[in-house]
Structure formats: C-alpha cells, structure tokens
Nanobody, 115 residues
Framework: QVQLVESGGGLVQPGGSLKLSCAASGFTFRNLPMSWFRQAPGKERELVASITSLGATRNYADSVKGRFIISRDNAKNMMYLQMNSLKPEDTAVYYC????????WGQGTQVTVSS
C-alpha cells in the first residue's frame, strides 16, 4: 500500500535551517510528481512546493520562494525540502503528498521556528 513518512522536523531559531525528508513506498515513485504542504494552527493546509517526476520542474509558494528547495532522489524513493532562512511564520506541520487515483498523505512532521 502507498506509504509516505516524513521526518526531519524540529525546533529551530529564526534564520536557521532544516531539511525535511519524505520516504515513499508502495508505488512507482519515479513516475509521479510529489509535493510538500504545510498546515499552521488555525489555518488551512497550503501548498509549499511541488516537483515533477524527474525533477525537471519545481514550483514554490511565493512565501517560500528563494528560501526553500524541493528535491528528490528517485533511486532512493525519497523527497526532500531544504528550508533556509526560516521565519516564525513557517511554523507548521509539514506533509508530503502524492496523487495516485486519490490523494495520499504522510503523518506530518512538526516544524517550529522560535527564539
């Protein structure tokens, strides 16, 4: 079955960096685009970044453009989100998502940006 497992979240000071990972299994990872979403308390889940199956095209929310980098390793069935220059407003639970007949989500990883 399709499984997505995020890791790498934690507490970081403003201006710091974190790298999130998403381990995928149960489907042919290299064939599908992937995306990162986040949900802050009291807010709707929002798209952060997406990447096509071979990584040729990457798109970012305006709020993270220039600070976050999405990438993937199809040999390892892994997707990543490098987050730099983190701000308190980046605090959220981060999820990876794939669409395969329907949406599949991981359990999320908490990112807290605070001094």
């Amino acid at each position: 079955q399709v499984q997505l497992v995020e890791s790498g979240g934690g507490l970081v000071q403003p201006g710091g960096s974190l790298k999130l990972s998403c381990a995928a299994s149960g489907f042919t990872f290299r064939n599908l685009p992937m995306s990162w979403f986040r949900q802050a308390p009291g807010k709707e889940r929002e798209l952060v970044a997406s990447i096509t199956s071979l990584g040729a095209t990457r798109n970012y929310a305006d709020s993270v453009k220039g600070r976050f980098i999405i990438s993937r390793d199809n040999a390892k069935n892994m997707m990543y989100l490098q987050m730099n220059s983190l701000k308190p407003e980046d605090t959220a639970v981060y999820y990876c998502k794939v669409f395969l007949a329907r949406e599949y989500w991981g359990q999320g990883t908490q990112v807290t940006v605070s001094s």
